[in-house]
């Protein structure tokens, strides 16, 4: 069976006249679609609270990316101590895709949640900044990071329920406003302020995985404990670090990757 075409997200910006600020807007219903859907076809299952948490850290990730440069991509990880959990999600404009997933397991132990931020531009050396947050509010964290990171307001808004809002200061911002900004000023902005649209920005929901691409992780385990992975079974599950997606993969396809790619093969 072929599989669907994922729902595209418009992202529009704009600029808000006399305030200095950028705007950037979506109704994130498309990709949140295809995100169920990717949850069901993997058969993974997330608890209310942390299915809430990853919609909000998808949704600000895709209003960042935005909000910034075609050529820039982004990785976030926000990790919470209580109870112990990381949000992954990362994204790009070019393509215009993001994904990501919630660990449960094995989350790194700090004294206080950190947000992980990786930026990969054309050309450039990746760059990573860390800094801390409290809480369990994503938008809170996200701002925290801007002011922390960015070294610069940004500030999220529910418009409604899948209609979110993101505006960042912009050089001679009007910061004493932007700080003033409630979700129901959002809702009546368009009728006191001056927008003027810049552009519009398509995103899905997309991973790019394939078996054949989670291969190269299998083979860079230690022979025995590649051995050990598939004991005396056939065939063995493989799990997408970025998405969660899982993949069936058999020792004899395995071993032929293998072969194909000049490495020995399993005794």
């Given amino acids: 069976m072929a599989e669907a075409e994922p729902g595209i997200l418009e992202v529009r910006s704009y600029f808000v006249r006399g305030r200095n600020a950028l705007l950037v807007r979506a109704n994130f219903e498309p990709l949140y679609i295809d995100y169920y859907l990717h949850l069901a076809d993997h058969g993974l299952r ?38 112990p959990m990381n949000l992954f999600v990362t994204g790009c404009t070019r393509p215009s895709q993001v994904t990501g ?48 990171s960015e070294q610069r307001l940004g500030r999220l808004f529910r418009y409604d329920e899948e209609d979110l809002v993101m505006i960042t200061a912009q050089p001679d911002c009007d910061e004493a406003w932007l700080k003033s900004l409630t979700d129901e000023d959002i809702r009546k902005l368009d009728t006191k302020e001056t927008l003027s649209l810049l552009e519009t920005r398509p995103y899905v929901w997309k991973c790019g995985c394939s078996v054949q691409r989670l291969y190269p992780l299998l083979g860079r385990l230690a022979r025995n404990d590649l051995k050990d992975a598939f004991g005396d079974d056939e065939i063995i599950t493989l799990t997408c670090p970025r998405c969660g997606a899982r993949y069936r993969a058999s020792r004899e396809q395995f071993e032929a990757w293998q072969a194909a790619h000049g490495e020995a093969q399993l005794d």
Avoid: C
Avoid at 54 to 69: C, E, N
Avoid at 72 to 83: R, V
């Fill in 46 to 83: 997330y608890t209310g609270a942390q299915d809430e948490m990853m919609k909000d850290t998808m949704a600000a990730l895709v209003l960042h990316l935005a909000s910034r440069p075609h050529d820039e991509g982004a990785g976030w990880t926000l990790n919470f101590q209580e109870p």
């Fill in 101 to 148: 997933r919630v660990f449960t397991e094995d989350v790194k132990k700090f004294d206080n949640n950190i947000f992980i931020a990786q930026v990969i531009r054309s050309g450039q050396m990746v760059r990573q900044s860390m800094v801390e947050f409290d809480g369990k509010n994503v938008f809170k964290a996200v701002e925290d990071f801007y002011w922390q």
